[in-house]
């Protein structure tokens, strides 16, 4: 996973971008599941993303925390 100011990369099978500009929010989807709640006039949504944190090296509760914090200083 990389992390800029500007959006999220996420380096899977199938790598994705996700922009912090086109999100609402991250919430906490399940134990080791990051949500992503995207903002209702984006055309780039997709209800079923969800960021697996199960093989990351970082707590989840940390990880969503630094993301909302990132998503906030982006606004």
């Keep these: 996973m990389t992390i800029t100011d500007e959006y999220l990369e996420i380096n899977s099978k199938d790598k994705w971008t996700v922009c912090f500009c ?3 929010e991250f919430y ?3 134990y080791d599941v990051i949500g992503i709640r995207y ?3 984006n055309e780039n ?3 079923d993303d969800e960021i697996p944190t ?5 707590n989840p509760q ?3 925390y630094l993301l ?5 200083q982006a606004k």
């Design 28 to 30: 906490r989807a399940d």
């Design 62 to 64: 940390k990880l969503l």
């Design 68 to 72: 909302n914090k990132k998503l906030f």
């Design 54 to 58: 199960r093989t990351m090296d970082i």
């Design 22 to 24: 086109d999100v609402e």
């Design 39 to 41: 903002k209702k006039d």
């Design 45 to 47: 949504c997709r209800p």
